[in-house]
């Protein structure tokens, strides 16, 4: 536990007030910090951040999405929060603003998430983008530059995650040059950059054709879905945030072929998911119950109402229902027991246009705490 104390009542043990402050919600844990600085300082504390994240991780997430409006044009961040899984009260759930980046997004995409942390691209008017890590709870942002060592032309790839053996966040970047010689193999590059260090730094190519999709961070690994170089065959790659190697996780019992159907990989219930979309109507999403293993692979299907379409699940309400982002809706719940589908009501949602909706669990860690060295330089 921290070093740093708290002023506390003779008669209660500071062991027992630093065990409740640990089981308060993250912003409770913000608002205490206003008490006394001995507070401030406890509260702020890396350790305590630790051990507030290890309790709080896997409860019920948030979804942080970029929203488009078209009156004025603009573009920014929102965060939703479920509370309901029945429907029977007014609203499933409701909607906040956020002021970060306020009005400065441009073509921009959320490209994943990881205890609490948020990273966010934007080309802000350039062909260079930029990036964002931001803890949307805390409201702390820090802005850097994409990887110098990639050609402009590149295709791309990202994917955020956590290394535990050196308490670092590493952001990783594929860059796919189509246009080199096919003798080469179609060569995929893999760089890293380190958020302790504030570098980028290339460690080798990747062994794959590389999809166009951003990775999910998942068991201190973060997957993409790829083309075998061999047979041309789609697979799962996983890149090991600590040793930095990659492996391939198996695939489920349905084709991996190629085709014009879109795959992508998700995060659901805290399982690795793949969605499969098999027709206009029909959309299969399979779920890795336990990670690594074949046989633990689980599926369910969703048949998507005519004039309809939908865009993935996202995230799971209890045992029976999905949540689905479906385009020209806000957000629809799909019973998987009775295969019966339903409009959310989200309180304070106005635009249906939105460019990337992604789960998020609120958090104390702190994306200035971990680039002080570098940004101080």
């Not at 760089?191 to 190519?205: L, Y």
């Not at 048949?303 to 939908?310: E, F």
């Amino acid at each position: 536990m921290p070093v740093a104390t708290a002023d506390s009542a003779p008669d209660i043990p500071q062991e027992l007030i630093i065990d409740i402050l640990l089981r308060l919600p993250t912003k409770s844990v913000g608002k205490c910090r206003c008490v006394s600085k001995p507070w401030r300082c406890l509260l702020s504390d890396p350790l305590f951040i630790k051990a507030h994240l290890s309790l709080h991780l896997h409860h019920s997430q948030k979804h942080i999405l970029i929203s488009i409006s078209r009156s004025p044009p603009s573009s920014n961040l929102s965060v939703v929060t479920f509370t309901t899984t029945s429907g029977s009260s007014n609203n499933d759930g409701f909607l906040e603003k956020l002021t970060l980046l306020q009005n400065q997004l441009i073509f921009a995409q959320i490209v994943g998430s990881c205890n609490g942390l948020v990273l966010v691209l934007t080309f802000e008017g350039s062909d260079t983008p930029t990036m964002y890590l931001m803890n949307p709870t805390t409201r702390e942002l820090v802005k850097f530059q994409h990887s110098p060592l990639v050609w402009d032309d590149a295709d791309t790839s990202y994917g955020f995650g956590y290394d535990s053996s050196s308490d670092d966040y590493k952001i990783v970047m594929l860059s796919h040059d189509w246009l080199a010689d096919k003798t080469e193999g179609y060569p995929a590059f893999v760089d890293v950059f380190s958020w302790r260090t504030g570098t980028w730094r290339r460690i080798g190519c990747f062994p794959y054709v590389p999809s166009s999709h951003s990775g999910v961070f998942l068991n201190g690994s973060i997957h993409w879905l790829a083309l075998s170089k061999v047979d041309g065959l789609c697979v799962i790659i996983a890149l090991d945030m600590s040793c930095e190697q990659f492996k391939q996780l198996p695939w489920p019992e349905t084709d991996n072929t190629p085709r014009k159907r879109s795959r992508k990989l998700v995060v659901l219930g805290g399982c690795l998911g793949m969605v499969a979309v098999q027709s206009r109507h029909h959309m299969d999403v399979w779920m890795m119950k336990e990670y690594g293993v074949r046989e633990s692979w689980t599926k369910f299907s969703v048949t998507i109402p005519k004039k309809a379409s939908v865009w993935g699940p996202i995230c799971l309400l209890g045992v029976d229902d999905v949540v689905l982002e479906m385009a020209g809706k806000n957000f629809v719940v799909h019973n998987l027991k009775e295969r019966t589908m339903r409009d959310m009501v989200i309180a304070g949602i106005q635009d249906k246009f939105r460019r990337g909706v992604m789960g998020f669990c609120e958090s104390l860690v702190s994306p200035t705490f971990y680039s002080q060295k570098w940004r101080a330089t």
